[in-house]
């Protein structure tokens, strides 16, 4: 049996799925997308590793009143633009826009992350961009239409605390962002 579409936006589809028990379960779906990329940029300058943050202003997050702000990394679909664009390009494209950097490296950690299950679809690969800070520049980045709000580059050994701090001052943290961060903290 085909789910349901309820209803159908540009980005995002509420789809029911009929359950064997015969009750519907309702969820979102991304139906212009074949995957979401989530990096974790890297940026060694100066003899020190740094990690780049974002800092979001998420409409679902602050308009029902659960943060102002969320911390997340650099990330967007895959084949949204092009439905030919394989993950490595929107990896590239995506770091590209939202950080201005260009990757030495890029290492894929894991695929198939699921942020919330019951609640959608659409899974994350993980990506970790190491960047040579001294090597590259900055070029101009995209707010993605007002939802980034400020880059914020923090030093590898500063990182859990910055985040502490920013959860503390009633901020949200993306789940991908958590996870970006325990690859690349622990993935040697």
């Known amino acids: 049996m085909e789910n349901e579409i309820l209803y159908s936006t540009k980005f ?12 519907k379960w309702v969820y979102a779906h991304r139906g ?3 995957d979401v990329v989530v990096i974790v940029p890297i940026i060694k300058k100066d003899n020190q590793e740094f990690i780049l ?6 409409p679902p997050i ?6 102002q702000y969320c ?14 664009e394989d993950i490595m390009c929107a990896i590239k494209r995506e770091l590209k ?3 201005g950097y260009e990757a030495q490296e ?14 959608t679809s659409e899974t994350s690969t993980v990506a970790i961009a190491y960047i040579d800070g001294s090597k590259n520049y900055e070029s101009p980045t995209d707010n993605d239409g007002g939802v980034i709000v400020e880059r914020k580059l923090v030093e590898k050994n500063n990182v859990f605390s910055f985040i502490k701090e920013f959860e503390l ?11 970006g961060l325990f690859f690349a903290f622990f993935d040697k």
């Open 12 to 23: 995002l589809q509420l789809k029911a799925y009929a359950r064997q028990n015969g009750a």
């Open 32 to 34: 212009n997308a074949k």
């Open 53 to 58: 943050f974002l800092i979001t202003k998420r």
């Open 62 to 67: 602050f308009s029902e009143n659960k943060a």
């Open 71 to 84: 911390l997340e990394m650099p990330a967007g679909l895959v084949g949204d633009i092009d439905e030919n």
């Open 97 to 99: 826009e939202e950080s």
């Open 106 to 119: 890029i290492k894929i950690v894991s695929r198939k992350i699921s942020s919330s299950a019951g609640l």
């Open 169 to 179: 001052n009633g901020n949200a943290i993306g789940a991908q962002t958590l996870c």
